[in-house]
């Protein structure tokens, strides 16, 4: 396996393909973070256990990210990935400036002091926290509003059935989904408070991490199933991430990723 023994930039980056529908919402999350941290890469709109995944994922599971390091006809020291985690971690510790000192190179995680003084031990606090989150949405938040009911509300409806057949069919799925949404909005909050940043624009502070970007394709899917919850009046039960849905939105990384998406088709 190729191991470089710096952190690379765009320059000698090599070629980072992406394979994955655009349906998969894992495959959006890894293609949102390259967008933002403006690293180039080529998506293969793959389905899950193709042919071609054979050499590159044992299980036929999306999303996959291939490192050319060498460039696009070179199997020479490639990188495969086939764990959503996995390749997060890669983006963020081989792909991207992680280790740069420069205020310009964009980070998905704090960057960590080199001493270990106190603003080192709440960096890697908030590190730890994003992580933990990150293990929540593709575990159980994605379980429960993608696959349970957002897949089937999409499958009923571009198989004819009307939105009452939807509504007798799903409404369990949609209380479960909305359960653990407002599950999610108050784990949200309680973090912010401990971390003495109530009311941020994004869920760990003023920029995007890991966390805001395996949440946004699954509420972004989920908003485009019209649900009451996200209405974003008054009376809303899910304030914050209401708000928070309709900021990443506008954000270009949102923009570029949306064709092909559940939510495109709506």
């Not at 930039?9 to 390259?34: H, K, R, Y």
């Not at 999409?154 to 939807?166: E, K, M, V, Y």
């Amino acid at each position: 396996m190729f191991v470089p023994n710096k952190v690379l930039s765009p320059e000698n980056i090599g070629t980072i393909e992406v394979f994955g529908v655009s349906l998969s919402t894992n495959t959006q999350s890894v293609m949102i973070a390259l967008k933002e941290l403006g690293i180039a890469y080529l998506h293969h709109n793959t389905m899950p256990n193709s042919p071609e995944l054979h050499t590159l994922s044992p299980f036929g599971a999306i999303p996959v990210l291939m490192h050319r390091p060498n460039g696009m006809y070179s199997g020479r020291d490639s990188v495969a990935l086939y764990e959503v985690l996995a390749i997060s971690r890669y983006i963020d510790e081989i792909l991207s400036e992680q280790e740069s000192n420069d205020p310009s190179v964009r980070s998905l995680l704090p960057r960590l002091p080199q001493s270990h003084t106190r603003s080192y031990a709440d960096k890697a606090l908030t590190r730890v926290e994003i992580e933990q989150m990150c293990a929540v949405i593709i575990h159980r938040v994605q379980t429960v509003v993608e696959d349970e009911y957002v897949k089937p509300y999409f499958a009923l409806r571009n198989n004819g059935a009307s939105a009452a057949d939807i509504e007798a069919g799903l409404g369990e799925g949609l209380q479960a989904a909305e359960g653990v949404l407002m599950l999610l909005e108050a784990v949200i909050n309680q973090s912010q408070k401990h971390l003495n940043i109530a009311g941020a624009d994004y869920m760990f502070g003023s920029n995007v991490t890991w966390s805001d970007i395996f949440l946004f394709p699954i509420l972004r899917d989920f908003k485009a199933t019209k649900p009451s919850i996200l209405q974003g009046d008054s009376s809303s039960r899910l304030p914050w991430l209401t708000g928070w849905v309709s900021r990443f939105e506008q954000r270009p990384s949102a923009a570029a990723t949306l064709p092909g998406t559940f939510a495109a088709s709506a």
